[in-house]
């Protein structure tokens, strides 16, 4: 499957930012979902995962209570709606996925994703 992100840009801090992910498939509600980011200098991280029927969803600690991950798959689509950022959220985000034989598992290990997006800077000025 194809993965083409959009909507990253310059924030302030403490400012909300939404970056949303075109997958081009037919089968869009077989594939678990997440989102990674990869900061200058360091390597890349697990951010948030939802799983193909959307009733399932995981948060790296660093960004719980402030991500949303979510998912429309009538539109083939998946968001990270971004609240209240912070400098240290700065980084390329990509999404991912992954053929899921579960309706609720959701997936943090990056090595598992089989395909990867382009990726959309995020840069939060502080």
């Known amino acids: 499957v194809q993965l083409q992100a959009s909507g990253g840009g310059l924030v302030q801090a403490g400012g909300s930012l939404r970056i949303s992910c075109a997958a081009s498939t037919r089968t869009f509600s077989v594939y678990g979902m997440g989102w990674f980011r990869q900061a200058p200098g360091k390597e890349r991280e697990f951010v948030a995962a939802i799983s193909r029927s959307a009733t399932r969803t995981s948060y790296a600690d660093s960004v719980k209570g402030r991500f949303t991950i979510s998912r429309d798959n009538a539109k083939n689509t998946v968001s990270l709606q971004m609240n209240s950022l912070k400098a240290e959220d700065t980084a390329i985000y990509y999404c991912?996925?992954?053929?899921?034989?579960?309706?609720?598992?959701?997936?943090?290990?990056?090595?598992?994703?089989?395909?990867w997006g382009q990726g959309t800077q995020v840069t939060v000025s502080s």
């Open positions: 991912a996925a992954l053929v899921s034989g579960s309706y609720y598992y959701t997936e943090v290990r990056a090595n598992e994703y089989s395909s």
